[in-house]
Nanobody, 128 residues
Framework: QVQLVESGGGLVQSGGSLRLSCAAS????????IGWFRQAPGKEREGVSC?????????YYADSVKGRFTISRDNAKNTVYLQMNSLKPEDTGVYYC????????????????????WGQGTQVTVSS
């Protein structure tokens, strides 16, 4: 059974850091594109970052997080990480990871509908 489990969320002050983890079971992550999405209260879910399959090895970021967030994968642990630095109150929301067999070109668009497997989300709250 395909399953994604996020962890690492929490409450942090503005300027602080968190590292989110997305652990996969039931399939091998390195063949998949993995996306991180977030949903702030009262807003639609948006793409934050994406990493293509290990074969293609590309990473993508929303403009709002470029230079502050870093996505990476550890294939041995079947886990993808999102390192979030210099956090801002506007980064607050529920963060979800998602996976699918996508080419790098398609993954770059970070379209929610393109990802078929989703985790349950982890809450990130950044206080000012």
């Amino acid at each position: 059974q395909v399953q994604l489990v996020e962890s690492g969320g929490g409450l942090v002050q503005s300027g602080g850091s968190l590292r989110l983890s997305c652990a996969a079971s039931g399939f091998t992550l390195d063949y998949y594109a993995i996306g991180w999405f977030r949903q702030a209260p009262g807003k639609e879910r948006e793409g934050v970052s994406c990493i293509s399959s290990s074969t293609e090895g590309s990473t993508y970021y929303a403009d709002s997080v470029k230079g502050r967030f870093t996505i990476s994968r550890d294939n041995a642990k079947n886990t993808v990480y999102l390192q979030m630095n210099s956090l801002k109150p506007e980064d607050t929301g529920v963060y979800y990871c998602a996976a699918d067999l996508l080419s790098a070109v398609v993954a770059e668009a970070m379209v929610e509908a393109g990802f078929g497997s989703w985790g349950q989300g982890t809450q990130v709250t950044v206080s000012s």
